[in-house]
């Protein structure tokens, strides 16, 4: 018994040495350390069952960049505004950027980039299927915090195009996603729900260029009910992990309801990934093969082989544009929702169903490279999306809408998901955005969420945060 008690020991001891046990390592925890007011009067409308200030699929709605936070956001007057704080300050320094919100759509939210290579802020916002409007600032702003002034002399005049370069006129869901190298690329929609495109720009430090389309519309997908020959590619998210690869989930979405069971539900289907070892210039599947150029002829389609990760028909009410991450070692993880089969096999309203029995989904890439998804015991009492943050121990964490937030531990192999804060007091809307940069700067999650209101009434926007393992 001796015997086997120190090879154990021994076992155990060189493994930690490789970094391959990490048995002392802390499971899941939040504490929460305080609270801030962006505004005591944002906008508030709900529109597509969400909040234009609050959509969680507005990536770095805010970030953390050399001890100082960002937030951007719309204030009841309709200016769009952006704020900086010091890292752990109780007050925040804000600044109009030149820009009021033309129309009360959720979609058109404000997204903020860095661009590491002369540290500038950009920001793109209003834009839903049609123009958008660019804001960046003077170069350095976002080096020195403490020696350049917060005022709105440091930010050049909106524009209608990214410094002269025009992208498209149905633009939507611009998402900033810097480069290991330091420069920032903008990902976008261009075309229409159900027949549209992703494409990438970027900048340099310099200029602009445009990488072009990297997703195709076309081509017929077919389920038990008829076909579609449109359609667009709904991204999860797009980011870079430690070692420089691009990785995408997605889910499908096609123009013809003739794919559904019931023109009440929704006609996502499928859950896909793919990834970019070379900047976003080619795309492969799950397996390495390629499956798109982008601003090429060969774009990822539908019909490519090896894209899905998880295969759904068009009949549960799939969320679109949930959430994404990667683990420390390059894994890739998502949260995906849907109306699982034990409620029935046919949604027929698409909000009020999966406010009744939604639930969501931890998916992520094994070791093995395969596929493992997990159901989280919490289920959603909402229509609307939930956020996935991976710690520093690589613990997953999914904060749901009104601000609740589980978690599962990477010793588990996440299987012991379980409700860490219930989100009581916050009296939060439903979506909210979560600041992804802060996590890995300094273990913090901060969570920005607007209370509830009524009708068009204004309601205080505010960013709580939560102390996570150490």
């Known amino acids: 018994m001796r015997r086997r008690t120190l090879l154990a020991g021994t076992l155990l001891t060189a493994l930690a040495g490789t970094g391959t046990a990490r048995a002392a390592d802390p499971g899941p ?61 109780s007050t925040w320094q804000t600044v109009r950027v030149g820009h009021t919100l033309r129309y009360n759509d959720s979609h058109n939210v404000i997204s903020m980039g860095v661009s590491r290579s002369d540290g500038r802020l950009h920001l793109n916002m209003d834009s839903h299927s049609d123009g958008f409007t660019y804001v960046k600032s003077v170069a350095g702003l976002l080096d ?109 979405r096609e123009q013809n309801a003739a794919v559904m069971c019931s023109g009440g539900g929704i006609t996502n289907h499928d859950t896909g990934y793919v990834y970019s070892d070379d900047r976003g210039r080619t795309w492969r599947n799950a397996a390495g093969t390629v499956v798109g150029v982008t601003g090429g002829s060969d774009k990822v389609s539908v019909t490519d082989p090896g894209l899905v990760a998880d295969p759904l028909n068009p009949d549960h009410s799939l969320m679109n544009q949930e959430s994404q ?59 609307q999306r939930t956020r996935l943050v991976l710690d520093r121990y690589d613990n997953a964490y999914a904060v749901f809408p009104y601000g609740r937030i589980a978690g599962a531990s990477r010793a588990s192999g996440y299987g012991d998901w379980r409700l860490l804060y219930d989100g009581a007091g916050l009296n939060a809307f439903g979506e909210v955005v979560v600041d992804e940069t802060r996590v890995a700067q300094d273990g913090v999650l901060s969570v920005m969420y607007q209370e509830r209101s009524s009708g068009t009434t204004p309601s205080p926007l505010h960013v709580v945060d939560f102390r996570l393992p150490a």
């Open 144 to 252: 020195n915090p403490t020696g350049l002034s917060w005022t709105a002399s440091r930010f050049g005049a909106p524009q209608s195009t990214l410094d002269g370069l025009a992208l498209t006129s149905q633009f939507t869901y611009p998402q900033f996603v810097a480069t290991p190298e330091g420069r920032l690329q903008l990902s976008y929609r261009a075309g229409v729900s159900g027949n549209g495109r992703n494409a990438l720009a970027e900048y340099d430090g310099t200029r602009w260029t445009a990488l072009g389309e990297w997703s195709g519309s076309t081509g017929t997908y077919t389920s038990e009910h008829g076909s579609s020959t449109a359609r667009n590619m709904y991204l999860h998210g797009i980011d870079y992990d430690r070692a420089g690869r691009l990785h995408a989930f997605f889910t499908w």
């Open 325 to 383: 991450s990667t683990d420390s070692a390059g894994r890739p993880h998502a949260i995906i929702s849907y109306v699982p089969g034990r409620f029935g096999q046919c949604t027929t309203n698409y909000v009020a169903d999966r406010t009744a029995n939604g639930r969501a989904f931890h998916l992520r890439r094994t070791a093995s490279g395969g596929w493992q998804k997990t159901e989280i015991p919490v289920p959603l009492n909402s229509s």
């Open 29 to 89: 925890s939040v504490t929460r350390t305080g609270r801030t007011t962006l505004d005591t009067q944002a906008i508030y409308f709900v529109s597509y069952d969400g909040l234009v200030n609050n959509n969680s699929f507005q990536k770095n709605g805010l970030l953390t960049h050399k001890g100082h936070q960002y937030a951007a956001w719309y204030t009841a007057d309709r200016n769009a505004v952006v704020a900086r704080r010091a890292l752990g300050a």
